[in-house]
């Protein structure tokens, strides 16, 4: 096609300069025909495709599916059109350059630019979307603006599908994702899903680490024969000074077989964040938000080498208790169906939309958020915080922030947010501040905002939390926290990354606990983590948790915790030395928890067993720190 030349204009946009070319287009800067900023203008000159309706096609598609996505990782599409024969797509403009024209980065810029795609593609993937050609090119790294760290956004959705559409990418002798980057399914024309946008990831992580791509390959048919049957390089090979533990993190990225990889994008750029913080020589500047890698499978090809203790064995070991901002109380009716929940209502006594109110949550791998909102007007403290996560070192840390509301702009779906302030922090290094944010109320009733440490998170509010429970929604309503939310499969990630699910007590299990609700967490963990059982009795049990769960012989203390008022009673497997027996196949020992009279959890019991531990450590290094809220 005729290039278009400064002063040129098509559909009222004045054409300021060329930016660059791609597969389905050449990409303009231009000035918008009725607003005072720039835009990136797509153009595809039709009569030079006659007879090639897919290319167009392509064109046309990649403005309907981005259209959708409210992600601050991808670049936003404003409007699409024909003018003079010639299709267009009016998006986001991004000063800066594509991750393709950065070399010799430094390793912990080239993870931070990895994790904020993989967060894009994860929101896709939840979409119902698949990008299918990743690489260094279709990222654009925005420079930093007024205030803004730099910041990573994912372009061109072109060869994009939605899943439930078509899951291949070949047709017979054509392959559309670039061959350095595409997965061994897209080479092969077999099935693509999540997994194989994050193949190409890790290959395109690999590129921004070490300046190399991951095999040695220089044609169609030898790409065809790495991403098939070889071994990809090693990170530690090609650039020494980076730590050999990002070896394990990338092959399993790059394994052949899918069901291989991490279960999510974010899963495997957080494991490679960890991987590489890990290391003694870089620990030091690791990030305050950081989430370890969970334990490897022993054997697998992407185990980590050396001894590495179970995550919860690493923590707490001389915490002592914190008191904590009390973020929600739990109703009297906790165990009364839930309400639908009003995201409609405008403000009463305050500027916040009522939609945005109320107790908000979110996990991320082994580190969980807990965001309040309460009413208010500009200046108020109207937003409260709390974090806890894992330091390299395998402490913990906890934070808790405070911070003003600024203004609500007038469309009511963003709230922005003045600088936060630090109430409790431990250690005292971990916790850092965030500067003004701004809270989004997305289209599927989640909130997003992002923050200088976490980048971007999205909580869902802790109702909708309990609802996805349907039946067991008292247990979750009362512990939105310790279960987190249930999944269509059935599963949800919990405290601490606690895998949880309903399972209600069989008939070859203690009668006493017979018609009662139950939720499991970590039941089939075998990796030594603590294994939680959730028990709803409908009232507080008539009969003893001694006689329920002990046979009514069982040893008793109590214990104060920041989120109950009153002390709670724990009744453990007896004849037990609390501080030297361990927990083992052949000899469980058990901890109950139950809640004060008058408290409304007192209709619950906790059941507690951490395999390899003691009783101790159950009540120091987990129950003390574990939200009963």
Known sequence: ???????????????????????????????????????????????????????????????????????????????????????????????????????????????????????????????????????????????????????????????????????????????????????????SGKPVGPRSDQYSLACTLFVLLTDHRPFKADNPLSWVHAHTQEDPLRVSEVRPELPSSLDPILARAMAKDPEDRYPTCVEFTDAALAAYYSDPAVAVTAPARFIPPTPSRPGSAWSIGGSRKPRWQRLFRSRALIPVVAAAVIAAGVGIALAQRDTTSTPAGGAVPEKFLGTWLATEGQTNYRLTVQQGKPQDSIMSSIVDGVLPNGSPFHCEFAAPLDQVPSEGDRVLIGQSQIVTREPANACRANAPTTLNFLSDGRLSRKTDVSGLITYTH????????????????????????????GRSVGWQGATCQKRDPATTEAPATQGSRRVVCNADDNSGQMRYDLYDFGTRPGRSVADLFFNGNAATQTRTHPDVAGEL?????????????????????????????????????????????????????????????
């Open 1 to 187: 096609m005729t290039e278009l030349r400064p002063g040129e204009v098509i559909a009222g946009y004045v054409i300021q300069r060329r930016i660059g070319a791609g597969g389905s287009g050449v990409v303009y800067a231009a000035r918008h025909p009725r607003l005072p900023r720039l835009t990136a203008l797509k153009i595809l000159k039709r009569d030079e495709y006659t007879g090639q309706e897919a290319v167009w096609r392509r064109f046309e598609r990649e403005a309907e599916i981005a259209a959708h996505f409210d992600h601050p990782n991808i670049v936003q599409i404003f409007d699409r059109g024909v003018a003079e024969d010639q299709l267009w797509i009016s998006m986001q403009y991004i000063d800066g350059v594509d991750a393709a024209d950065l070399h010799g980065i430094s390793a912990d810029r080239a993870l931070r630019i990895g994790g904020e795609i993989a967060g894009a593609l994860d929101y896709a993937h939840g979409k119902g979307v698949l990008h299918r050609d990743v690489k260094p090119s279709n990222i654009l790294v925005a420079e930093p603006d007024s205030g803004r760290p730099e910041r990573a956004l994912l372009t061109d959705f072109g060869i994009a599908r939605l899943r439930d559409e078509t899951t291949k990418l070949t047709q017979t002798g054509n392959i559309s994702a670039t061959f350095a980057f595409a997965s061994p399914e897209q080479v």
């Open 462 to 489: 802790a109702e909708d939390v309990a609802k996805s429970w349907g039946d067991h929604d008292a247990i979750a309503q009362a512990f939105p926290s310790l279960v987190g939310q249930l999944s269509a499969a």
């Open 569 to 629: 009673t724990l009744t453990t497997t007896p004849a037990v030395n609390p501080a030297t027996d361990q927990d083992n196949e052949a000899r469980r020992i058990y901890t109950a928890v139950t809640f004060p009279d008058g408290d409304p959890r007192s209709r619950f019991v906790v059941l507690l067993r951490w395999p390899g531990h003691t009783i101790d450590s159950v009540l120091t290094d987990w129950l003390a720190r574990a939200p009963l809220k």
